[in-house]
């Protein structure tokens, strides 16, 4: 995640402390698991040896076009999600990383690019889809699905309390024949709909934050991604993890605690008690300067943990 207003530059959020969690042998192999412009990959590569790895990942095909400026023989890239980062390592013959970085969230140039959807700041095509090659839009989405589908969505991924007025508004409109298609047009229908909103907040936000992560399957992924580094991290090995909202941070906060604490096994009371997987290393949010400099970094949590014990 990163910002610069409508500039579309892009500002990588707690860039030191991510990657200075992260980096701890310059010989090891890491992960990228969201290259955008290559803030941290950048940042990465200059703290590792010649005999460091660098691997990224990313499902937007711009970010996978401005990664051809990285003329580095350490660098690879793949135009895939990170969840699919165990299968990318073993074709790679890596059985091991040094370290995974997740940077979640939605970059400056796809908000500030008026074509990809995201924003309800500009009229464009209702898209939102990370990777612009598959799956289904928005708009589409919104199109097919029942009252009851987009309502749950609105709900479970946006925390919107009007979701179903919203849902009902939309089933209408395109029963009316002129369903929504574009960012001015979901953002309209919305303000129309919601009766009471947050000082400083539009009304959209939460709406399009839900219909984003539906469409990119964000919550899903992470969930994957976040099992395939623990089973990749090799002892001493670190997760270096960025969220953006509290859908996300929370997922990320109970799979660090769940693999942090030793469980005993009520079927079994005397056996060997597991060691914990994972020791939780830090929480930062950005600074005063930086939410200053970054508006949008306002929101972003930061959390490191290392692994404990070889994978079994």
Do not use: W
């Not at 899903?220 to 991604?225: A, F």
């Amino acid at each position: 995640m990163s910002a610069e207003g409508s500039t579309r530059q892009h500002r990588t959020v707690l860039l030191h402390e991510a990657v200075d969690g992260l980096v701890h042998d310059p010989d090891g192999f890491y992960i990228d698991g969201t290259f955008g412009r290559g803030g941290h990959s950048s940042l990465v590569l200059s703290r590792l040896s010649p005999q460091g790895r660098l691997l990224a990942f990313d499902k937007d095909p711009e970010a996978i076009a401005a990664s051809t400026r990285v003329q580095d023989p350490r660098f690879s890239i793949e135009h895939e999600s990170f969840a699919a980062m165990a299968e990318a390592c073993a074709r790679r013959g890596v059985a091991r990383v040094s370290g995974v970085l997740l940077d979640l969230g939605v970059s400056s140039p796809q908000i500030d690019t008026p074509e990809r959807g995201f924003s309800f700041r500009f009229d464009g095509p209702l898209d939102m889809r990370m990777d612009t090659t598959r799956g289904e839009s928005a708009a589409d989405f919104l199109a097919r699905a029942d009252e009851r589908q987009i309502a749950e969505v609105i709900r479970n991924y946006g925390e919107e309390r009007f979701a179903v007025s919203i849902a009902k508004a939309l089933v209408a409109r395109r029963q009316s024949g002129s369903p929504v298609r574009t960012t001015a047009e979901l953002s309209q229908l919305v303000a129309r709909s919601v009766k009471t909103r947050e000082a400083g907040q539009d009304p959209a936000t939460r709406t399009f934050q839900a219909l984003r992560i539906h469409v990119n399957a964000e919550l899903e992924e992470l969930e994957q991604g976040l099992n395939a580094a623990l089973a990749l991290l090799a002892p001493g090995g670190r997760l270096s993890v960025i969220s953006f909202h509290s859908l996300e941070d929370r997922i990320v906060k109970q799979f660090i605690a769940r693999h942090s604490r030793t469980e005993i096994d009520r079927r079994a009371p005397f056996a060997p008690v597991p060691d914990p997987r994972l020791l939780p290393v830090a929480r930062i949010k950005p600074g005063e300067a930086e939410v200053a400099n970054n508006p949008r970094a306002r929101s972003a949590v930061l959390r490191v943990a290392e692994r404990t014990e070889a994978p079994a």
